[in-house]
């Protein structure tokens, strides 16, 4: 059984950072991605962030392209997502995911972590 736990979020002024952290528990699929998703209030779960398993291949939704980065830590069994820039729309809970594919098909989530922006 795979466990997922996030950490690093909080409150933030606009304009300003937060690394978020995934620590994964148990075995993951190997070749398969990681990913990371988020739910805004009275919003639909929507893609954020995907990484591959050997880290060469990301993809990110537009709204966050060139702000953040996703990076993971195999050895260590930890996703990361370096979210720079933020604006008050980044405000949401920030879920990871594991073993799926791009942006659908994650098998096991974590219960998500806060991250509010302030204007």
């Known amino acids: 059984q795979v466990q997922l736990v996030e950490s690093g979020g909080g409150l933030v002024q606009a304009g300003g950072s937060l690394r978020l952290t995934c620590a994964a528990s148990?075995?993951?699929?190997?070749?398969?991605?990681m990913g990371w998703f988020r739910q805004a209030p009275g919003r639909e779960r929507e893609f954020v962030a995907a990484?591959?398993?050997?880290?060469?291949?990301?993809h990110y939704r537009e709204s966050v392209q060139g702000r953040f980065t996703v990076s993971r830590a195999n050895a260590k069994n930890v996703v990361y997502l370096q979210m720079n820039s933020l604006t008050p729309e980044d405000t949401a809970v920030y879920y990871c995911?594991?073993?799926?594919?791009?942006?659908?098909?994650?098998?096991?989530w974590g219960q998500g972590t806060q991250v509010t922006v302030s204007s």
């Open positions: 148990g075995r993951i699929l190997s070749n398969s991605d």
């Open positions: 995911a594991a073993e799926g594919r791009g942006a659908a098909g994650y098998r096991y």
């Open positions: 990484i591959s398993w050997s880290g060469n291949v990301k």
